[in-house]
């Protein structure tokens, strides 16, 4: 019995136990970093977006300017542009400070005629948001969704600058007449209820 006893002892396998206590014991320890280290990677990685998409100008924060040229297969081109405008009231951020809101222009020509220039800022689509999203939301985007012959489709985004607070607007243009329709089609906002 003696003899199995200081077999056991001297077995290889003691050795081997003992590691692998100890590398457990690392592995528990180095955990409990583990969310810190994910903090700053995520910190780190919100910093490189906004450094790309943003930058700050006369104390205010400001989206970079977006520009797009599309040609449709109604025959006209579609110029977007949304880019900060320093006229418009700031916009308030708790996280990041002030904001400049921004100014979207729509021009629509063909050959050399000019078809259709339409400008929006975040008040045309005030009846679409309700009063916390329009006090801390900028506008954000302009996208082309369809141009048919005698109008085009656009949506508009209004969001609150790195969260998910958002509310997307389908906007028709005529081009006969240049009047326009409006109609909200998604929100993330709680105030509207769930996302449409």
Known sequence: ???KISR????????????????FSLLLCSCGSKPADNAESIDEEVNELVETNEYKENGLNKLRASNQTLDTEAGYRVSL????????PRVANDNFGPYSDNRATVVVTRD??????HRFV?????????QSLGN????DGLTLTNAAATALTLEASVSVPHSDEQTVVAVTLSLTDGKTSM??????????????
């Open 183 to 196: 109609q909200r089609v998604a929100t993330t906002n709680d105030s509207f209820g769930d996302e449409e």
């Open 8 to 23: 056991f002892k001297s077995s290889p396998y003691r050795g081997i136990r003992g590691g692998l206590f100890i590398l």
């Open 136 to 139: 801390s939301a900028i506008l």
């Open 1 to 3: 019995m003696k003899n």
């Open 81 to 88: 542009l949304v880019e900060p405008d320093e006229r418009l």
């Open 122 to 130: 975040k008040t045309d689509f005030a009846d679409y948001l309700d």
């Open 112 to 117: 050399a005629d000019t078809l259709l220039v």
